[in-house]
Nanobody, 125 residues
Framework: QAQLVESGGGSVQAGGSLRLSCGASGYTNNNYRMGWFRQAPGKEREVVATIYNRGMTYYADSVKGRFTISQDNAKNTLFLGMNSLKPEDTAMYYC???????????????????WGQGTQVTVSS
């Protein structure tokens, strides 16, 4: 069973940058699709970016051009580089993974089976 642990969150001013990391264990092959989701207080959890089919990526419109999802398969680590951060990016960020249909794009939280505990990102204006 996959286990995910996020790190790298923090507090920054608008326009700043952060890099989130997600260390994965419990599986040993690349046939997983992984994603970053976020949830702000009072709002539903939403997709930020996903990586699937061994390298294809998807970004929510709100983060396109500012965020970059990547992975280091040798280290079983997923990253989210975040630049030009805005106050509306403030949320708890979660790493997620699923081995189901790893070659397909899925953006709903229900389509992911394993979740980390989350890391808080706070952007002040």
């Amino acid at each position: 069973q996959a286990q995910l642990v996020e790190s790298g969150g923090g507090s920054v001013q608008a326009g700043g940058s952060l890099r989130l990391s997600c260390g994965a264990s419990g599986y040993t092959n690349n046939n997983y699709r992984m994603g970053w989701f976020r949830q702000a207080p009072g709002k539903e959890r939403e997709v930020v970016a996903t990586i699937y089919n061994r390298g294809m990526t998807y970004y929510a419109d709100s983060v396109k051009g500012r965020f970059t999802i990547s992975q280091d398969n040798a280290k079983n680590t997923l990253f989210l580089g975040m630049n030009s951060l805005k106050p509306e990016d403030t949320a708890m960020y979660y790493c997620a993974a699923s081995g189901r249909a790893w070659w397909l794009l899925f953006v709903r939280p229900d389509d992911y089976d394993y979740w980390g505990q989350g890391t808080q990102v706070t952007v002040s204006s």
